[in-house]
């Protein structure tokens, strides 16, 4: 899970910090000692970590601060300030005013351009645009078909000649959306293994034919300082625009995320977070922020479940949640549905004061949810609604019909109970329901 390791360390020191009471300033300079540590492991520069401790422990030792009603909550304030500011603002594709507009992928081979190109116009598509990609990467075997792959199944349609000229194929693309309607081309580029002149060249001669108005260099966030490097030199060669972080779901540390927009000047613009072709998001920093420090993502959240539930069954799951009581069969549709939003621990991590890390096992995939309806479907109606009954008896009858072993029964149960948690979580934030219809409506409002 994307800064898991980082968000544990912080959150220990901030816990550490509460339980004082009232701060010293030696409180706060072992606090940030403890934070110096926990950025350094998590792959931050040393030189960005200094800066950034330096500057934190400026604002957290002030009179104003260690004097008021609550001042450990008063420094993870600034801490969040800090770490925000650091990761600079969530910013919008450039469109250049013209249609077709350009985006044109730039980066070093591995870092998943063309999957994660293919994400993006999927999410561009389902924003109501009409994006064309363009195969320009001629060198890596199946480079082509594994884009046509991609955009197939995204229902994005992709141009192609072949082996011709880069320049050529990203010329005749832009033509072929003119002539199709398509208001956005995206160019899949070749990359290598390293930063090469003739790659710097081939890329320059495309961007010089076409003036995309946005480069996105794309980079695999595991690689962590390697990553920043790797953007600098693009950005020093070639000049991008922004920068798409893919693999961010498996960095626990977090490094890139944190120094690639200090470094470069450049803002994070979209994320990667998974392998199915729905898995990219616009990054905001404010709220990857909020989640490293444990204090949730309800505005993500509620977008995931915007794109999950259609109006039936918003309605329909509202009414569960306004009773505070799900049944297993209650239980097993309403995984079917949250599978589209991701795993227990993404969505338990984007809910205030939820331990995302106690649900990191709770992994939905289709065999789990297979034994999951066979367990269910051989219990009786009145098992199903009133769980508590299910005794020893009950369970080797169950395991027996459903073709499972009782400890499978026994973790369903579990399951369920974090689902139970999970629902009372959700039911809580029905006051930050305020203007959102969809989240009003999720939550119980008419």
């Known amino acids: 899970m994307a800064f898991e390791s980082l968000s544990e360390k912080l959150g220990g020191v901030f816990k550490r910090l509460r339980s004082k009471g009232r701060l010293a300033e030696s409180d706060v300079r072992e606090a940030m000692r403890e934070v110096r540590l926990a950025l350094l492991e998590a792959d931050v520069s040393f ?18 601060v260690l004097e008021g009603l609550n001042p450990a909550n008063m420094v993870v304030k600034i801490v969040r300030d800090e770490l925000i500011a650091q990761m ?54 199946a480079a082509i078909t594994q884009l046509e792959t991609v955009g197939a199944q995204l229902g994005v349609p992709v ?10 194929i990203a010329r005749e693309a832009l033509r072929h959306a003119e002539a199709h309607g398509n208001d956005i081309v ?15 060249d081939e890329l320059k001669r495309v961007k010089a034919e076409v003036n995309p108005d946005e480069v996105l260099f794309v980079v695999d966030a595991m690689t962590g300082q390697d990553a920043v490097v790797a953007a600098s030199a693009f950005d020093a060669a070639l000049g991008i625009d922004g ?30 977070v998974g392998e199915k072709l729905d898995a990219v998001e616009v990054f905001h920093p404010d709220r990857m922020v ?69 649900l990191g096992n709770a992994q939905i995939d289709e065999k789990a949810l297979a034994k999951t309806e066979a367990i269910i479907l ?22 027996a019909g459903s073709g499972t072993q009782v400890v499978d029964i026994n973790r369903l149960l579990k399951q369920f109970e974090m689902m139970q948690t999970m629902t009372r979580q959700i039911s809580g934030l029905k006051r930050h329901a305020g203007g959102n219809k969809f989240l009003g409506k999720l939550l119980g409002g008419r």
Request: charged share 30%.
């Open 47 to 64: 030189k960005l970590v200094k800066e950034f401790v330096a500057r934190v422990s400026e604002k957290a030792v002030g009179s104003d």
């Open 88 to 141: 600079g603002t969530s910013e919008r594709l450039n469109s250049g005013g013209r249609v077709p507009s350009v985006i044109m992928l730039v980066g070093l081979q591995g870092a998943g351009k063309t999957t994660n190109g293919a994400k993006l116009a999927g999410l561009l598509k389902s924003q109501g645009r009409r994006p064309l990609l363009a195969a320009c990467d001629i060198y890596r075997p």
């Open 159 to 168: 141009f192609s000649l072949g082996q011709e000229d880069p320049v050529k």
């Open 186 to 200: 995206l160019l899949d580029t070749a990359g290598r293994l390293h930063v090469d002149e003739s790659l710097m």
């Open 243 to 272: 920068i798409f972080l893919t693999k961010l779901d498996g960095d626990a540390r977090g490094g890139a995320a944190l120094s690639v927009r200090a470094v470069t000047g450049k803002p994070i613009k979209f994320a990667g």
């Open 290 to 358: 909020s989640r490293i420090l444990g204090m949730g993502d309800v505005e993500t959240l509620i977008e995931r479940a915007e794109a999950a539930f259609d109006d039936k069954q918003a309605a329909e799951l509202a009414e569960r949640i306004k009773s505070n009581r799900l049944t297993l069969t209650d239980y097993y549709e309403q995984m079917q549905s949250l599978k589209k939003m991701g795993s227990l621990a993404d969505i338990a991590g984007m809910l205030p004061g939820v331990d995302a890390k106690a």
């Open 378 to 399: 051989s219990m009786t109606a009145k098992e199903r609604d009133n769980p508590a009954i299910l005794n020893s008896g009950r369970k080797k009858r169950i395991a």
